[in-house]
């Protein structure tokens, strides 16, 4: 079994930085994901970026593409994204996602995680 725990949120203006993390408990298979997703209020959560473990491949939305970088530090069994360049509608609940398995599944889909975070507030003002 998989734990996640995520922190790092806060409230911080537009154009401004924060970097999010999600300790690891459990073990995690090499070349599974590990993402990032967020949930607006009113809106279907959506992936933000993922990394294949161990590997190191990177994915990211294009809304942050150049704002965004996701990386991890095996030895402190953490995963973490920077977010630079924040924009209002960076806004959301951002949530820590495993796979369970490396074989199958779409990185931006919810569906291909089985282990989640209970998530971390992000708020930016414009």
């Known amino acids: 079994q998989v734990q996640l725990v995520e922190s790092g949120g806060g409230s911080v203006q537009a154009g401004g930085s924060l970097r999010l993390s999600c300790v690891v408990s459990?073990?995690?298979?090499?070349?599974?994901?590990m993402a990032w997703f967020r949930q607006a209020p009113g809106k279907e959560r959506e992936g933000v970026a993922s990394?294949?473990?161990?590997?190191?491949?990177?994915y990211y939305a294009d809304p942050v593409k150049g704002r965004f970088t996701i990386s991890q530090d095996n030895a402190k069994k953490t995963l973490y994204l920077q977010m630079d360049s924040l924009k209002f509608e960076d806004t959301g609940m951002y949530y820590c996602?495993?796979?369970?398995?490396?074989?199958?599944?779409?990185?931006?889909?919810?569906?291909?995680?089985?282990?989640w975070g209970q998530g971390t507030q992000v708020t930016v003002s414009s």
């Open positions: 459990g073990n995690t298979l090499s070349g599974a994901f």
């Open positions: 990394i294949r473990i161990g590997v190191g491949w990177t």
């Open positions: 996602a495993a796979q369970s398995n490396p074989f199958g599944g779409a990185w931006s889909a919810a569906s291909t995680y089985n282990f």
